[in-house]
């Protein structure tokens, strides 16, 4: 069992950045990890998957070329660096750790962390 615990969330403005951290109470080089959000009213989402046998990343079609997704395996942590923030971005982001063989969606996650918010709006 993986314990994760994110953090880094806030208020920005629109064109801001912010940089989510998820730690693991736990080995995490054996998963793969992903970020997922929740706007209101709105079902959760995959942001981001990192995989844990060669570092292949997948990113959903509205974040990429903004967010990137990286991993420190020493640290037992995962970031997610998001970049030109949208208030479309706003909501509850999650970190998700699932099988190396997992797909990068809700279904496809073992264990959650409770999530970390994150607003931009000026």
């Known amino acids: 069992q993986v314990h994760l615990v994110e953090s880094g969330g806030g208020l920005v403005q629109p064109g801001g950045s912010l940089r989510l951290s998820c730690t693991a109470h736990g080995f995490i080089s054996d998963y793969k990890i992903g970020w997922f959000r929740q706007a209101p009213g709105k079902e959760r989402e995959g942001v981001s998957c990192i995989s844990s046998v060669d570092g292949a990343t997948y990113y959903g079609d509205s974040v990429k070329d903004r967010f990137t997704i990286s991993r420190d395996n020493a640290k037992n942590t995962v970031y997610l660096q998001m970049n030109s923030l949208k208030p479309e971005d706003t909501g509850v982001y999650y970190c998700?750790?699932?099988?190396?063989?997992?797909?990068?969606?809700?279904?496809?996650?073992?264990?959650w962390g409770v999530g970390t918010v994150v607003t931009v709006s000026s």
């Open positions: 998700a750790s699932g099988t190396p063989w997992s797909y990068c969606n809700v279904y496809g996650m073992d264990y």
